[in-house]
Nanobody
């Protein structure tokens, strides 16, 4: 059974940092593209970042230069380092995975990801 579990969320002041983790079981993360998405109250789920099997990364414009996605396949874990957080970053953050060929880039549409974690709350106070 595939399971993705996020951790690392919390409450932080604007300008602060958090590091989210996404740990997988039931699949070998090295064979999957992994993405981070977020959803704020009353808003649609939006793409945040993705990392390909070979480590190529892509980011939403709103987080580029502030967030960094990385992966440790030996630990079956993907991370999202979030720096210079802003109140508008407040949301539930979820990781997701989809199988892909080695050189395929990550998809921005959440509909392309069949496996999801339960999400972790990130709250940024002004």
């Amino acid at each position: 059974q595939v399971q993705l579990v996020e951790s690392g969320g919390g409450l932080v002041q604007a300008g602060g940092s958090l590091r989210l983790s996404c740990a997988a079981s039931g699949l070998s993360f090295g064979n999957y593209v992994v993405g981070w998405f977020r959803q704020a109250p009353g808003k649609e789920r939006e793409f945040v970042a993705t990392i390909s099997r070979i480590g190529a990364t892509d980011y939403a414009d709103s987080v580029k230069g502030r967030f960094t996605i990385s992966r440790d396949n030996a630990k079956n874990t993907v991370y999202l380092q979030m720096n210079t957080l802003k109140p508008e970053d407040t949301a539930v953050y979820s990781c997701a995975a989809h199988a892909a060929s080695a050189f395929a880039s990550g998809n921005h549409s959440y509909r392309d990801y069949p496996y999801w974690g339960q999400g972790t709350q990130v709250s940024v106070s002004s």
